[in-house]
Structure formats: C-alpha cells, structure tokens
C-alpha cells in the first residue's frame, strides 16, 4: 500500500488549508485513514481519522471544530480541511491507514501499518 500526500504550504494565522492523502497498491474498504503531525522537538501526534466505510470520525480536542476530515471510499482518499490555522498547527503533517481499527485504536500511531510522507503546514503570523 502507497500513500501520498499532498496540499500543505504555508497560511497566515486564521487561514485556511486542505490535505489529501490518497491510497494505492493493495487497498481495502475496511481501511481507517488517519492524519497524524510531528512539530520539530515533538513527538507525532495524532490528528484526526475516519472510517472510510462508515464514515466515522475521531479528532484531537486541539483541532475539534476547526479541522474536519472526510473521504471517498471508492477513491481511498481521505481529505483533512483545516480552519482557524493557529502557529501551534505548524508541523509536518503525516497521512496512514490501516484496516479494520477500532475507535479507541484509531488516535495511536503504532496501530497503522501503513504512511505517507509527510507534507509541510507552516501557519504564520
């Protein structure tokens, strides 16, 4: 499985972006995609996930109501649409997947088996 991930630049504070991660090579119905990021010194942080069969959602408390993530079963694509950028969100942003996770997997990095590599978000003043 491929992933590849794209649409991350640099946005001022209070603006706006949307990622993409699109999946390839042996691909499942079943899949959890997930968007995780690591800022320099930190360790990588869960972001948010969806069940593309199913649709269902999990965030982190730090971007609830301002990031939304959605996808297209059909396609394995998974989108992430990122409101209210705040400098904190600046990170190197990483798309995975992985089949069949339960929701309480789906925030933990070492469950997906699979990654993109990473797209750069700067968010600045």
């Known amino acids: 499985v491929q992933l590849q991930a794209s649409g991350g630049g640099l946005v001022d504070v209070g603006g706006s972006l949307s990622l993409s991660c699109a999946a390839s090579g042996r691909t499942s119905s079943r899949f959890v995609m997930g968007w995780f990021r690591q800022a320099p010194g930190k360790e990588r942080e869960f972001v948010a996930a969806?069940?593309?069969?199913?649709?269902?959602?999990k965030y982190a408390d730090s971007v609830k109501g301002r990031f939304t993530i959605s996808g297209m079963n059909a396609k394995n694509t998974a989108y992430l649409t990122m409101n209210s950028l705040k400098r904190e969100d600046t990170a190197v942003y990483f798309c995975?997947?992985?089949?069949?996770?339960?929701?309480?997997?789906?925030?933990?990095?070492?469950?997906?088996?699979?990654w993109g590599q990473g797209t750069q978000v700067t968010v600045s003043s």
């Open positions: 969806i069940k593309l069969n199913g649709g269902t959602t």
């Open positions: 995975a997947a992985d089949e069949r996770l339960i929701l309480s997997s789906m925030s933990l990095p070492g469950q997906y088996d699979y």
